[in-house]
């Protein structure tokens, strides 16, 4: 008897999960390849280059780093002929020179994923907008991004309808 009802369960389960299969819309999303080949996706990428750019000056990234060489450069042209008091005045010198370095390097990386996270998040809800309507009008059960998908059949590749979509809403970088 406890057989019977348990072979009649599986049966029902697997009749029950076919049927709500049968009803699942599954479609992907490239989110990189949107953040890519969009219009706005490439006005980032180059708002983030000029942005770059700028802070290298803004930070004197080139000035220091020359300084840091010359002083390195100095410090080994005159190492032999200078006193201990000298050599330490020196190496506090390149000392001092490479920790502005490294503060600078960090203000540099910290600025320019700053700039990258807000162009990021900027498109991203865009895209998001785009998909949740196309969802809603396609009526798809789940769109999932593919850079989480191991396998999928053709044809569930929205990505160049998302795109066509977005490119319409925003203007062709100049």
């Avoid at 299969?21 to 000029?50: H, P, W, Y």
């Avoid at 600025?111 to 895209?127: A, F, G």
């Amino acid at each position: 008897m406890f057989r019977h009802i348990a072979l009649s369960a599986v049966v029902m389960a697997f009749a029950f999960s076919s049927l709500a299969f049968a009803q699942v819309k599954v479609g992907i999303v490239d989110m990189s390849r949107c953040f890519i080949t969009s219009n706005a996706g490439i006005k980032a990428s180059e708002e983030l280059k000029s942005f770059e750019s700028e802070l290298v000056v803004k930070l004197k990234v080139r000035e220091i780093q020359e300084e840091l060489a010359n002083l390195e450069k100095d410090y080994v042209d005159t190492e032999k002929t200078l006193t201990e008091a000298g050599k330490r005045a020196k190496l506090e010198a390149l000392q001092k020179k490479s920790a502005e370095i490294e503060n600078v390097r960090r203000t540099y990386t910290s600025e320019l994923q700053k700039k990258d996270r807000e162009l990021t998040t900027k498109i991203s809800s865009e895209v998001m907008v785009i998909v949740e309507n196309l969802a809603k009008e396609g009526k798809y059960t789940v769109i999932l991004d593919k850079q989480g998908v191991v396998y999928s059949i053709a044809g569930v590749d929205i990505t160049d309808k998302v795109i066509e979509l977005y490119n319409k809403q925003q203007p062709a970088a100049k």
